[in-house]
């Protein structure tokens, strides 16, 4: 029987121009620069080469190659327990809050890649994930912070690992739970965007359920207990008030270092989210607020960004 030819990868048209992912992963060129992902490549049904993303050590193994691959991140020491975060998205915000420097300060892109761009990255978790890759598709700098002292000793780890992020990314402990910029930001700090990916949910509980409501669609099954690839620390997944209270808790605070940032962004998950941070936006008289809308296969995100 003749085999079938797989059919021609088709474009992913809502990831930004700029991102490397739009194409199906070629995952053969991937196994050659990160050789543990061959284990979990095979051909389904459709005949095309594909991993299993219900497996977590699969999904891990992905984002290691991808890193390896396109960002030069040898070694990637994450252990089970954090969030390992999909690289497209990550790298889609990343292009999107560019664009707004460019289009702001009326930079082109190479002029937005020659200059000394530095950035805040809240809640950076183990992962370290938006300033990994800022630093290395844009040349930026970052100061990371998190609550987690554990989270941040895995971070600097990674970093630790990596000769190419040497000098590009300074950690710092957010000593103070009840404040996101208190601390952190220190006087006469200038930077040029904030970035946050916050804790979505409200409970546990509520984090629970929205990762078994992933795995089922993704196996097509009914599941009953979540498993890593969607895991995460309770910090990472969810804090009182999720992230309608987190991120207007950080629009609240921004007010009073309108002159240390220039923008500030924050990835929202939830479209009733919106509603809460723009009522916020208005009381602390944010003079632009822009919303850029994301996808992920079946999934819509959004950044909402703001500045003085």
Partial sequence: MKKRKSKKPKIKAELHTRNLHHERYDLQLLSKSYPALLE???TNKYDNETVDFFNPKAVVALNRALLKHYYQIDDYPLPDKFLSPPIPGRVDYLHHVADLLISDKRLDLDDLNKRKIKCLDIGTG??????????RIYNWSFVASDIDKKALETAQGIIDANAVLEGKIELRVQANAQSIFDGIIRENEMYD????NPPFHASAEEAREASLRKLRNLKQEYITEPTLNF???SGELWCVGGEIKFVTDMIRE??????NCYYFTSLVSKKTSLPPIYKMLQQVKAKTVKTILMGKGNKISRIVAWRF
């Fill in 231 to 233: 895991s995460g620390t």
């Fill in 126 to 135: 183990a992962n370290c994930i938006y300033p990994i890759l800022g630093s």
């Fill in 40 to 42: 979990f490549v095979y």
């Fill in 193 to 196: 965007l904030v970035t946050c």
């Fill in 254 to 259: 921004s007010k009073d270092l309108a002159s």
